[in-house]
């Protein structure tokens, strides 16, 4: 995409009222805007790698069988009665607001109750089982905090699948599988070093639930590492039982901040009872469907990679999610020989299939390398005068500052 | 897709509460889910459908120079009280609720107000304009009447575009190339042919908005079509004086039901203007930027195609947004040679690029027929003992009830 079309500016000065470094830089760039506290829309940079993120997890969650759907934000009261989840006293943080045609409803926190009464329209006997699903769709929170920028929102999407299984054993398998796709999602976001699977506070039906937590100052949570096993274990479960029965020794452990970028959880028949999820067996016998549930934030996954890996002069993308994988910058001015090279430069790397960002725009040299930093797109090329002249094209690695000389065929090859 | 492992099943009857014939067939084929009156979840099959017109939308926005956004549902207060739509008693479809921190909020029922915000930050000089920027975001309006399927939801998606231009003269360069685009997307939608550019009532900028209706029983609209010229007027501005302006004659128009599919509209500087959205021209004088807006709902879309193509059997999709462009049908058991013939035709079928939905499930020929015909996919294929002895497999055109005989070779050319 040329720059010149491109709507966004950059601006020098973070927003007055933002604390989060990555809020901060992400409206810098033109990356969000912030609405709300806590409520912030994504401009054309930021979409584009938000949907990178998206599609990992979209693919990764394809590969171990799940099936992709979307539910409503608008929520029924009377099923979350249900499940007693509806009222305030309960759960806190709903928004809650009514239909001009009587009753109230609110905006979903969570998807757990739509999707088991769906489930109960389409599963009734073992052969039914084992279903994904999953779904990418915002949640809401009424959160009395919003200062993590993009990392806790009032709004913000949300993939979450479920998961509906015949018995424990069979929840097991694919637990354990769903355990290694979220390993293989964070790996490709580029933050699967610093990653750890944590133990943290379970429920009715299991003592531990699993999280994934990235290790960084941003974090609100704090997690105690085993480098070595590469587990970690959440401050709440942080206890001499806690650690003798995941076997870690106390001594071993490093107190870290972390960001929860995911979580899986065993959620038993919590749902299915109250709400009627039921099958028949292979002996004909009624029993509740087995449940499990897996999150990951893809919007608080980009303001976690912002926090990690920005720098002073500005974000840095890992080449999997940035918005663009090339920079090109153009030293020329609009008719000349530096601009001419550049234009058919970003024309061949187009045809090639290389995501190209062009800055085809008048200004100075300067401006143009500080505002290519902000936006932090991988790869940067410049062409100027020497590129004319020796048909070679420094390539500027915006992570490390590294540069190196290629030549045009070098770039497309 | 094997069948076997798709969770949704189709049923018999339609749910007794559901009047509209889109939404009793796409429940009925496990397409959609009510979650409650004018609020549906999306199934696989029913998402699939979406995305494939989500993604033309996308095609022709992007082709005309949109780029694409994503703003938020949760909005300001204080913003909208600025252009005069906040008081329930200006605008009275709204969803209000409240921050636990204070203060209240609303749903979006629209986007202006928010998106000309953002622009007041990208846009201060003739240099930056025009600009043209739209979303696929989800729209919450509280309905009175919610007894149309899809078609009028309380929650449903929209494509929404905006835009910004210098002055009058550059803004219908650009609504008339929308038109075009606009056209594009119904007909490869399938729904081209009986689409109509429609005049409706305007605003304070411009005498008419143009709706795009397409005709159809299940239509709350009123449309008078003058076939040859291919443009109608809505009734709510069949007038002597409006005819004559758009040099229509009453003789030659008919009367039609019709469904509002799109719109575009000039919306001159009428949230510019209090929204504070001005520029600084070549003289440098400060003008407010001229706006337009363009809306098309793909849930709306879906639902229309259901109404104008869906026969006694069921639903009949355009191969352009089925969900799968081909229906495997073995009548094999597990094991057999009609199982494997049917097995290798659909992994040829795949590994060729064919999206297809193969039924690979132990049933009876009647009842797997049934329901392919329930869920529209444009063709059939069907794999018998007669496939297996000669070679050749009956091909079924879900519109028409055409059958061909085709050879595995042919049907992978």
Redesign the interface.
Known sequence: MRQS?????T?REAPADEVAKNAQLLVRA?YI?K???G??????L??RTLNNIVQIIREEMNAI?G??????????KELWSRTDRWDDDKV??W???????GGE?G?AITHEE?LTR??T???SSYR?LP?Y?YQFQ?K?R???R?KSGIIRG??FLMKDLYSFSKDEAEHKVFYDKAREAYKKVFERAGVGDRTYVTFASGGIFSEFSEEFQTVSNAGEDTIYVDEEKRIAVNKEVYTDEALAKLGLERGKLVEKRAIEVGNIFHLGTRFSEPLGLFYTDETGARKPVVMGSYGIGPTRVMGTIVEIFADEKGLVWPESVAPFKVHVVSLGKEGDDISKTADALYDNLVKAGVEVLYDDRDARAGEKFAESDLLGIPKRIVVGKDAVATGEFEVVERATGKVVKKSRAELLA
């Open positions: 079309k491109l709507f966004t500016k601006r033109g805007h609405e709300m506290a409520v912030y829309s994504y401009l054309p930021g979409l069988g099936q992709e759907l979307i539910m409503t934000a608008l929520q029924d806190g943080n928004f809650k607001t009514a239909f001009k045609t409803t905006l739509p769906i489930m329209e389409h599963i039914d279903v699903a915002n809401f009424n959160e009395l919003a009032k709004e």
